[in-house]
């Protein structure tokens, strides 16, 4: 479980981001980092059972530091108002289809997948879902899936088919997409529950056939 103190810390950091306020509440943000830590650590342990490409993975190599690359973004505040942490079979600085979870007051989530691929990766995955679509539309319509995840989100799609593919395609509304990702909104009252361990685990597991799937077409 998430402690109330990290959400009262992230909410305050979100009204004053800048390295004063945070360095004066530096021993909270490490308490709060470290319970953060144990929670991840106890979901990798989950995945491991249920993945086990994710066997080389440490919970502190998941997770994402606070500090933000302003370098080339118009905001510049210095940190983020969230925990995150990517478990994938490269680690999160590899590009690849993995499991994430977001940590933000009011705004939490489970997710997975792969969010905007380049280009080289992007058609791999095109053609991989045009070739096996009947597989692909099978994992995404079990059950397990629809139980966690409506369907795959449709935050970037193109407007016309992408080049190769014709208007009558059956897969078009998935060869449209620009990220292959699933979403699942978490609340506050379930971030405090004793079972949100088991929670996220579940549904990472829900996706894992989907996750598999993204990650053979990169091979």
């Given at each position: 479980m998430i402690s109330k103190q990290t959400l009262v810390f992230l909410k305050g950091l979100k009204k004053?981001?800048?390295?004063?306020?945070?360095?004066?509440?530096?021993?909270?943000?490490?308490q709060c980092r470290g319970e953060y830590q144990v929670f991840v650590g106890e979901v990798l342990e989950g995945l491991k059972k249920i993945d086990p490409t994710l066997t080389n993975l440490e919970a502190k190599k998941c997770m994402f530091r606070?500090?933000?690359?302003?370098?080339?973004s118009k905001n510049k505040d210095?940190?983020?108002?969230?925990?995150?942490?990517?478990?994938?079979?490269?680690?999160k600085t590899i590009q690849c289809a993995g499991?994430?979870?977001?940590?933000?007051?009011?705004?939490?989530?489970?997710?997975?997948?792969?969010?905007?691929p380049p280009s080289p990766d992007l058609k791999k995955i095109r053609s991989e879902i045009d070739y096996c679509f009947d597989e692909f539309k099978q994992l995404i319509?079990?059950?397990?899936f629809r139980s966690s995840f409506d369907d795959l989100d449709r935050e970037a799609v193109l407007s016309r088919?992408?080049?190769?593919?014709d208007v009558d395609n059956p897969?078009?509304?998935?060869?449209?997409?620009k990220s292959f990702t699933v979403t699942a909104a978490v609340s506050d009252e379930e971030l405090m529950n004793k079972a949100l361990v088991k929670k996220v685990v579940h549904h990472f597991e829900s996706m894992k056939p989907f996750i598999h799937f993204l990650n053979r077409a990169l091979d």
């Open positions: 004053n981001n800048n390295k004063e306020w945070l360095d004066a509440h530096r021993p909270t943000y490490e606070i500090n933000r690359d302003i370098r080339f210095p940190y983020k108002t969230n925990f995150g942490s990517y478990f994938s079979k490269g680690g499991y994430y979870f977001h940590v933000e007051p009011g705004a939490s989530f489970i997710a997975g997948g792969y969010w905007m319509k079990t059950k397990s088919p992408p080049q190769g593919y897969a078009l509304e998935y060869l449209k997409l």
